[in-house]
Each structure stands twice: as structure tokens, then as C-alpha cells.
């Protein structure tokens, strides 16, 4: 919700009051934001910083104020920390570098230290992981991106591919993937001619094709939730070529803006529909159980084999959220109950066939642990996680 007022300010920036209320509500109906802002994923939060960024550059490159300038460079570079889909937005430092009104030593060092600043965290975990991220970045550039190969020619990531992604940004409907982009392509044609192209929109037209080049030449293997970054230069290409055509054609612009509200909401309206998350219902109700059959108790949770994670790591989620987590409460054990898995512990729910939760606590955890019983507790996934290389000679 924050980003479609922040998306108001970016296009008035740009251009005027006009197309911030034209991109504020392109945004606001956007099938790909609403979808990734209703989602837990770690690319999600990617949408906002995106858009932080370039609110940022495009504040820099307007006005010349060199504090802009360390909060774009430390806003991608917390972006890039959260998902590494980012590291497209770096273009965006040297390129406001060459835009900028002055090109002085001190800018130089609010764009560098804003960028350094923002990785100190990775910094240190990499200095303290045995270098596992550069070990594995290197890996990936001498080695990886050789190891799976994907048809990439330019004929499909122009004709096929961006009219698809572009779609699945704004909604709506197949045409207006390649209408859009066509239309967008002319209007810049039009404004380079005439040399009517604002720095801040060369600016941010020619950030979105350094990373075209870039993706085009990427080997791995391209899904709409590693697009997120460009969700802000989509719709607000979006919204500046409808603000255009208004200008050329009052009734041509406003068709093309209906068209894409009518049909964007139409795939809103199919996609909230549907929307179902049955983990979360089901999840919710065995948490339900828990709680009234133990309402004194705390629950300390284990995973047989650690092979039914996708449903017991939403149950210490779940029940983390009512606090009712600890390492030291009442051990329960989830798993697929079969007949090679006949286990004789006292049942707390589920049946036999089916997902089910047994009482470990008269159990020790020597024992429990040498059945094959894993403890996924919050604290658990953060060692997993975090502290995993304690004690291994990498």
C-alpha cells in the first residue's frame, strides 16, 4: 500500500501530477504486485525496495542532492542483500554517477560507501562462513552457469518472453504485452528526435536496457518471481506511455487505460477467487487442537526424518506466533503415520495413513533423536541456518 503513494510521488517527479495518479493506480491494480505482496517469500520484499530505489534516483538525478545519491546506492544494495535478483539495480549507481549535475570526489564516495555500507552484514558473514557466498559466486561464474543449458535466442526473449512478463506485471490481457512495449518504443523514438526526452526518464530508459542486455545474456533460467525488481520500471513505462497518448489523443488514451483497468481487474478479481491457502487452514486447526488439549503447555516439535517439513515448519510457525514454542516444553513428533513407520507413542491427532502428531514427552531426546526424530524449533532453523558451519572443517 505504501509503495502505490510512493509510486504517485516517483511519477510526478518525473513528469506531473498526471501521471503520478496514472501510475499510482497502474500500480495499485497491478497483478504481480498484489499477487507478491500477499505472499510470504523472500523476493517479495524486493517490490518495495525496488521502488525506494528508484524513488531515490529519480530524486538524485532531479534536483542534485548528493544524500539522494547514498540512499539509492544503500537501498540497492539492501535490496540485493535480501535476493540476489537485484543486482540488476546496480546499474543504477554509475548511471546516476554520469546523469548527476556534478561529478565531484565527495559524490563518488556517497554513491561507493552507500553501496559498501549496506553489505557489511553478508561482509561479515562471509568472512565468518569460510567465504561460503564469494567461494560459491565464483563457483557459479567459472562453472555453474555452464551447467544447464537454456535455449535463449533473441527472436523468443523479445517476442515471447517480455511481452509475457510485461503482461504479468501490469494484468490484463495477451495483447497488451506487445502494444505496450510497441507504443513505448515509438514514443521514445519520437522523443529522442525531437530531443524532448527528460534527463530523469533517459536516465531510468536507459538503466531498464542496461538490464535487458544483462538478462539476455543470463544462462540460468528466468521465472516471473526473479522480475520483481523490474516491477517499478514496467508500470512506470506503463503509465508514461498512457500519459503520452493522452496527450497525443484524449479518447485513444483513455481507451488504452480503461483496457488495461478493466482487464487487469478482471485477472485480480479470478486470482483473489482462487486464492486458497489450504497449508494455512490446516495448519491453523491442528494448532487449535494443540492449544486446547494442552492449554498450560509449550510445545517442542520434531520432524521424523526431517521429511515432512513442508507441514510441521508451518506448525512452529504458527504456533510461534502464539508463543507457545520452546525448546524445553512438550515434546511432539509430526509425520506421515505408515506401516513402516508404526510408531507406538500415545496419538494427539491425525490417523493412521494420514499426517499425525504424537506425545514424545515421556521419551528422552537421546532416544527420540536415534529414531530418527529432528528438532525443528525456531531455534533449530536459526542454527541450521546461521551457525551451521560451527564445528566443520569446511
Known amino acids: 500500500v505504501g509503495v502505490v503513494g510512493l509510486a504517485i510521488i516517483i511519477g510526478k517527479d518525473i513528469h506531473s501530477k498526471k501521471l503520478g495518479l496514472i501510475l499510482g493506480f497502474l500500480t495499485a491494480i497491478s497483478t504481480s504486485q498484489v499477487s507478491h505482496a500477499t505472499n510470504l517469500t523472500s523476493p517479495s520484499m524486493v517490490g518495495i525496495f525496488a521502488f525506494v530505489a528508484i524513488y531515490f534516483f529519480v530524486r538524485y538525478i532531479k534536483t542534485g542532492f548528493i544524500k539522494n545519491a547514498f540512499w539509492m546506492a544503500f537501498i540497492v544494495g539492501t535490496s540485493i542483500n535480501i535476493h540476489f535478483q537485484s543486482i540488476g539495480l546496480l546499474v543504477l549507481v ?11 570526489l565527495r559524490k563518488f564516495f556517497y554513491l561507493v560507501g552507500g553501496t559498501i555500507v549496506s553489505f557489511i552484514p553478508l561482509i561479515f558473514f562471509d568472512i565468518t562462513n569460510n567465504f561460503f557466498e564469494s567461494r560459491n559466486w565464483i563457483e557459479y561464474i567459472l562453472h555453474g552457469q555452464y551447467a544447464i543449458y537454456i535455449p535463449n535466442r533473441w527472436l523468443t526473449y523479445v517476442g515471447v518472453y517480455w511481452p509475457s512478463s510485461w503482461i504479468k506485471v501490469i494484468g490484463g490481457i495477451e495483447f497488451l504485452g506487445y502494444v505496450v512495449p510497441i507504443l513505448f518504443s515509438i514514443f521514445i523514438a519520437i522523443n529522442i528526435f525531437r530531443k524532448n526526452l527528460s534527463r530523469v526518464m533517459f536516465g531510468l530508459i536507459f538503466s531498464f536496457f542496461s538490464i535487458f542486455l544483462m538478462l539476455r545474456y543470463y544462462r540460468g533460467e528466468r521465472i516471473d518471481s526473479n522480475l520483481i525488481f523490474l516491477h517499478p520500471f514496467v508500470l512506470i513505462f506503463t503509465g508514461w506511455v498512457v500519459a503520452k497518448l493522452f496527450r497525443l489523443n484524449y479518447v485513444m488514451g483513455l481507451t488504452l487505460f480503461l483496457v488495461v483497468i478493466i482487464f487487469t481487474l478482471k485477472a485480480n478479481f479470478f486470482q483473489i477467487k482462487s486464492a486458497e491457502n489450504l497449508t494455512a487452514i490446516q495448519i491453523r486447526e ?9 492449554p498450560d503447555k509449550k ?5 521424523y526424518g526431517y521429511g515432512n517439513i513442508h507441514k510441521s515448519l508451518p506448525l512452529v510457525l ?12 512438550m515434546k511432539i513428533g509430526f509425520y506421515i503415520a505408515t506401516s513402516k513407520t508404526n510408531f507406538q507413542y500415545p496419538s494427539i491427532l491425525g490417523s493412521r495413513g494420514g499426517y499425525q502428531i504424537l506425545n514424545l514427552d515421556a521419551t528422552s531426546s537421546a532416544h527420540i533423536s536415534m529414531e530418527g526424530w529432528a528438532p525443528i524449533n525456531t531455534s533449530q532453523i536459526y542454527k541450521s541456518t546461521v551457525e551451521w558451519y560451527k564445528g566443520k572443517n569446511l
Open 299 to 303: 510445545f517442542s516439535v520434531y520432524d
Open 318 to 329: 504458527f504456533l510461534e506466533g502464539k508463543n507457545k514454542i520452546d525448546d524445553k516444553g
Open 286 to 294: 491442528w494448532r487449535e487442537v494443540l492449544i486446547n488439549a494442552y
Open 94 to 104: 554509475p548511471i546516476s554517477f554520469i546523469l548527476g549535475r556534478n561529478k565531484s
